[in-house]
């Protein structure tokens, strides 16, 4: 959805900004080329291991420290970062989630197609990952995270059974929540998708960090700043159209998006993993 996501934020040159969910770098990309020349990124990303990488492969592109810097963060941290440069932003990006790189690395252990750690951290430097999260929640506990960030239908039965216990790899937990739901291998098994995803948003803390994020939004906008932010899952689309709503009702945003913009047909049968995006975006007011 990048034309949708350029057009959203309303670009052009000589704005600042900020692409709050760095990841590869490809929105960024292109977001400095509609805001050269004279426009300024910073690009947050609190992944330890992809920020260098993405890092030198935009200064391969041609982008200096003069349009664009990268600042290892978490999004929740954006007001504070915006008041550390005594600046507000034209415009903020977001792109909820993973990102493709975290997903197709083994040694993430984000993705159940993978064997590798059960470790789902996007900072592995910090906190505990997914394989002791699992080992110390309780049951009760458990079934409220399938619930909430991933409205799995078979909460309770699967929280019984993984609760507590110990899986080392991501293999050993997919061939278990394969045997509760008493599927093959064969199989497609959306309950797989959902048990990993609401164990990350979990052992990542997304939904705090969401929140704050969105709260600090209003006050680290310019006066009719724009903030577009893509959002792949119910949990997330839900708190970013009730930010924007409460946002608009207060006066904080003077327009936000009517309906939500969604993958074209064409863009979905290419790239499958836009299926779910759902892009809202926000004006500030005056």
Same mark, same amino acid.
């Given at each position: ?75 929740? !941290?954006?007001?504070? *970062?915006?008041?550390?440069? !005594?600046? *507000? ?74 609760? !507590? ?44 960090? *969401? ?67 759902? *892009? ?7």
């Amino acid at each position: 959805m990048m034309d949708e996501c350029l057009e959203a934020l309303g670009l052009a040159p000589g704005m600042v900004g900020v692409d709050a969910t760095l990841g590869y770098g490809q929105h960024a990309a292109r977001i400095l080329e509609r805001i050269s020349p004279g426009g300024m990124l910073i690009g947050m990303d609190q992944d330890p291991i992809e920020l260098p990488k993405t890092e030198r492969r935009m200064r391969d592109r041609g982008f200096g420290p003069e349009c664009f810097v990268a600042v290892r963060s978490n999004y929740a !941290g954006i007001s504070k *970062l915006l008041a550390e440069r !005594g600046m *507000l932003a034209d415009f903020v990006f977001a792109d909820l989630g993973c990102s493709s790189m975290q997903f197709d690395d083994p040694s993430r252990g984000f993705s159940f197609k993978h064997e590798g750690p059960l470790d789902m951290r996007m900072n592995p430097t910090r906190g505990l990952s997914a394989a002791e999260w699992l080992a110390r929640i309780g049951a009760e506990k458990l079934e409220s995270v399938f619930r909430e960030n991933a409205d799995e239908p078979r909460a309770e039965s699967i929280a019984m059974e993984l609760a !507590g216990r110990l899986f080392s790899t991501t293999a050993q937990l997919s061939h278990a929540v394969r045997k509760i739901s008493g599927i093959t291998e064969d199989e497609k098994e959306p309950t797989l998708r959902r048990v990993f995803q609401a164990i990350r948003i979990a052992v990542n803390e997304e939904f705090t960090a *969401l929140d704050a994020f969105l709260r600090s939004l209003p006050d680290s906008l310019k006066p009719g700043g724009r903030v577009a932010i893509l959002s792949f899952h119910s949990g997330e689309d839900r708190r970013v159209k009730q930010a924007f709503k409460a946002g608009l009702r207060e006066g904080s945003y003077c327009q936000i998006a009517e309906d939500v913009v969604r993958a074209s047909p064409e863009e979905r049968r290419a790239n499958p993993r836009s299926t779910s995006a759902k *892009l809202r975006w926000a004006k500030r007011g005056s």
